[in-house]
Every structure is written in structure tokens, then in C-alpha cells.
């Protein structure tokens, strides 16, 4: 079982930035598609980004494309999400987690997840 721990969440004004970060104590990310996902209250699961093992190589959902960006450093096995521009339907409960070959639809692992709200 994977563990991961989430952090960073909070509430942001319109407009603002935050980063969200990943991180796993008992195995390596580096041996894992990882990615993120999100999910606000009486919505489905939302998968926003994730970053392959093998080259790097990073995928957005359109809604986040161009304001979000998925990084990892494996020296710190941390996976990290940079949130620019959020807008209010960014809103939401988001969750780090292994997602083999970055379909952004299906998930094997995930944490507890950490919460941003986006309001003025």
C-alpha cells in the first residue's frame, strides 16, 4: 500500500497562486506515473495533471491547462502542483496519486488530501 501525504491547500483569492505538494514516506514516486486529482462536493473526480517516470513528460486536463504545473524532485520524493490564476471552480478537495500510464482517469493510490478553496 502507497502512501502519500498532501499539503499546501488553503484559501486563495481569484486570481492567486498556490503550491500543492506530494509527498511519500515509505516508497519512491520516482517509480510512479503521478498525478492529481480533484473533487468539490456532489461532483466526480476531476483528474488535473500528472507527470510520467520514464521522461518527465506532463498532461493537464483542459480546464487547468496553461495555469497549473505538475513538477517532481526525486532527491526529495515530492511530487509538487503549481496553481496559478484559480478561479473559483478550482474549489476543491485535491489528492496526489499514482496513475499509471497518465490516463487522468483512473487512480491506483492516493492520500488524505488537502483542501483549497478558492473565494474573495
Known amino acids: 500500500q502507497v502512501e502519500f501525504v498532501e499539503s499546501g491547500g488553503r484559501t486563495v483569492q481569484p486570481g492567486g497562486s498556490l503550491r500543492l505538494f506530494c509527498a511519500a514516506s515509505?516508497?519512491?514516486?520516482?517509480?510512479?506515473?503521478m498525478g492529481w486529482f480533484r473533487q468539490a462536493p456532489g461532483k466526480e473526480r476531476e483528474g488535473v495533471s500528472c507527470?510520467?517516470?520514464?521522461?518527465?513528460?506532463?498532461y493537464y486536463s483542459d480546464s487547468v491547462k496553461g495555469r497549473f504545473t505538475i513538477s517532481r524532485d526525486n532527491a526529495k520524493n515530492t511530487v509538487y502542483l503549481q496553481m496559478n490564476n484559480v478561479k473559483p471552480e478550482d474549489t476543491a478537495m485535491y489528492y496526489c496519486?499514482?496513475?499509471?500510464?497518465?490516463?487522468?482517469?483512473?487512480?491506483?493510490?492516493w492520500g488524505q488530501g488537502t483542501q483549497v478553496t478558492v473565494s474573495s
Open positions: 515509505k516508497y519512491t514516486l520516482d517509480t510512479y506515473d
Open positions: 496519486a499514482t496513475d499509471s500510464q497518465c490516463t487522468l482517469s483512473e487512480w491506483d493510490y
Open positions: 507527470i510520467s517516470k520514464s521522461d518527465g513528460s506532463q
